[in-house]
T-cell receptor, first 111, second 113 residues
């Protein structure tokens, strides 16, 4: 069974640009969550989607957005990038809720 | 607000010893707890989980203990191996319409050969 696939693995962007990250969940998993991981703040919840609906959102500015497609694949977008957005962005999927399986993440560097 | 914290940021053990990693949580509504292991360059990997209606759960070489009275969670690793060296995170969820995990800061476990 294929795991959670995140693309790209690495990204370098300039301040002010926008970025889109992609996540393909495990087949059959309908819940997809996104987390931001930084050395200072640890793992922080961004949002969770189930059947194309956002069910919960973390305390991040509106520059952070996401969506889920009918095949459960998900994307997150960050607009007007700031240096502080540099982080490892992790996607996780679950059959419903609870035992999330994480991908390897996308390492975003904003310069 | 809710938070999940770890008592020790680092833990160093000898190969073959048992390891205990502790975690405190503050949300009384938490009903699901999970431990993850994260190796350098990888995403968190599921180790074991436990629901609030249990106080102990065992897996392969790992045991999770839950003390709801003092809001404390621990992960015990038996016969620790060098491959167990990683950062360990506890996380909690309050279920219902929460749909999110709140993570602790992590404990770095180093296993010395």
């Amino acid at each position: 069974k294929a795991g959670v696939t995140q693309t790209p693995r690495y990204l370098i962007k300039t301040r002010g640009q926008q970025v889109t990250l992609s996540c393909s969940p495990i087949s059959g998993h309908r819940s997809v969550s996104w987390y931001q991981q930084t050395p200072g703040q640890g793992l922080q919840f961004l949002f969770e989607y189930f059947s194309e609906t956002q069910r919960n959102k973390g305390n991040f500015p509106g520059r952070f957005s996401g969506r889920q497609f009918s095949n459960s694949r998900s994307e997150m977008n960050v607009s007007t990038l700031e240096l502080g957005d540099s982080a490892l962005y992790l996607c996780a999927s679950s059959p419903e809720t609870g035992r999330y399986t994480f991908g390897s993440g996308t390492r975003l560097t904003v310069v | 607000g809710e938070s999940v914290g770890l008592h020790l940021p680092t833990l160093s053990v000898q190969e073959g010893d048992n390891s205990i990693i502790n975690c405190a949580y503050s949300n009384s509504a938490s009903d699901y707890f999970i431990w993850y292991k994260q190796e350098s360059g990888k995403g968190p990997q599921f180790i074991i989980d436990i629901r609030s209606n249990m106080d102990k759960r065992q897996g392969q070489r790992v045991t999770v203990l839950l003390n709801k009275t003092v809001k404390h969670l621990s992960l015990q690793i038996a016969a620790t191996q060098p491959g167990d060296s990683a950062v360990y995170f506890c996380a909690e969820s309050s279920g219902g319409s929460n749909y999110k995990l709140t993570f602790g800061k992590g404990t770095l476990l180093t296993v010395n050969p």
